[in-house]
């Protein structure tokens, strides 16, 4: 008998792989994705390995088809992505210069730019990079179980590093921060610099859809373009066990595709990336690079959404 990974290759015609997204040319009139990798890892407070999680989550593509259920539509059909490669060492000397580089490089009718991390400082250099001077402009959502803005330079920073460049604390939203993940004193630091935070209990007693809506009219008020940082560990370490810090009691993997589908419906949003994952962490079964891909898939079908 086959063994199940010969009978996944198998190339059926009539069943369009996701991973084909990454190599077909683009189509004029079509919106267009870019997609990023951003392979930090070298800061991370937690230690871990050099994997490369963009080729991990790139390959993971191929599970999956490029057919909606629920829209009803066949994201081959009806959008472009350009693979725009990985950045070269992000986190070393002239590293963000590189990023800036990659990132003033993409077609300007880009309308999503997708980041594959790396740990969470990614999220630090692909939003100074896209902002550039105008940061100060531009709001940000986080799925994250932490506030990341601890002292220092790591992964456990970015936020608190945003705001010190110019980013305007009344238009970040942080959604899923748990219990027992953070410190007193960075959540003050939070609260000071009037950053809202809708924790993991607010999660579970309101709707999904209706939170990302009161985010994205927080950050993206008065018309500013928004970031959107997906650090897997907001989701439950039993899905996400390639994640070092997830914890027990995050959010399910559909509650995060959900919330990834609904934020990027949303025109503002300009950029989306998913962190926090170590390919050499992940289970057997590849269950957290699995959902990451899938969460690829869930920002696609939510661009797709913005012209119905």
């Known amino acids: 008998m086959p063994s199940m990974d010969l009978v996944a290759a198998i190339r059926d015609p009539r069943w369009t792989s996701a991973a084909d997204l990454l190599v077909a040319?683009?189509?004029?009139?079509?919106?267009?994705?870019?997609?990023i990798g951003l392979c930090t890892y070298a800061t991370s407070i937690t230690?871990?390995?050099?994997?490369?999680?963009?080729?991990?989550?790139?390959?993971?593509?191929?599970?999956?088809?490029?057919?909606?259920?629920?829209?009803?539509?066949?994201?081959?059909?009806?959008?472009?992505?350009?693979?725009?490669?990985?950045?070269?060492?992000?986190?070393?000397?002239?590293?963000?210069?590189?990023?800036?580089?990659?990132?003033?490089?993409i077609d300007p009718a880009v309308v999503l730019r997708v980041v594959l991390g790396g740990d969470n400082a990614a999220t630090y250099h692909a939003m100074r990079a896209l902002a550039g001077p105008a940061l100060g402009e531009w709001g940000l959502i986080t799925f994250d179980a932490h506030l990341d803005v601890r002292?220092?330079?790591?992964?456990?920073?970015?936020?608190?590093?945003?705001?010190?460049?110019?980013?305007?604390?009344?238009?970040?939203?942080?959604?899923?921060?748990?219990?027992?993940?953070?410190?007193?004193?960075?959540?003050?630091?939070?609260?000071?610099?009037?950053?809202?935070?809708?924790?993991?209990?607010s999660l579970r007693t309101q709707s999904l859809e209706e939170m990302v809506a009161r985010a994205l009219d927080i950050a993206g008020g008065r018309g500013r373009a928004v970031y959107v940082d997906v650090d897997l560990d907001v989701a439950d370490r039993a899905v996400v066990p390639g994640c070092p810090a997830a914890a027990p009691g995050g959010l399910s993997a559909d509650e995060l595709r959900r919330m990834v589908r609904a934020v990027t419906s949303d025109s503002r949003v300009r950029a989306i990336d998913f962190t926090e994952i170590d390919v050499a962490r992940d289970a057997p079964d590849e269950r957290t690079v699995r959902l990451a891909s899938l969460l690829v898939l869930e920002a696609l079908a939510g661009v797709r959404r913005r012209s119905r």
């Open 25 to 35: 040319p683009p189509v004029s009139g079509r919106p267009l994705v870019a997609l």
């Open 151 to 201: 002292d220092g330079t790591s992964n456990g920073s970015p936020v608190r590093q945003l705001l010190e460049a110019g980013l305007s604390g009344e238009h970040v939203v942080q959604l899923g921060v748990a219990d027992f993940a953070n410190s007193a004193v960075y959540a003050r630091r939070a609260r000071d610099a009037g950053v809202t935070v809708i924790s993991r209990d």
């Open 47 to 105: 230690p871990r390995s050099s994997s490369d999680t963009p080729s991990a989550i790139r390959d993971a593509m191929a599970r999956y088809s490029t057919w909606s259920y629920s829209d009803h539509v066949d994201l081959a059909e009806e959008l472009s992505v350009v693979d725009c490669g990985d950045v070269l060492d992000p986190d070393g000397p002239d590293g963000f210069e590189r990023v800036v580089a990659r990132f003033d490089a």
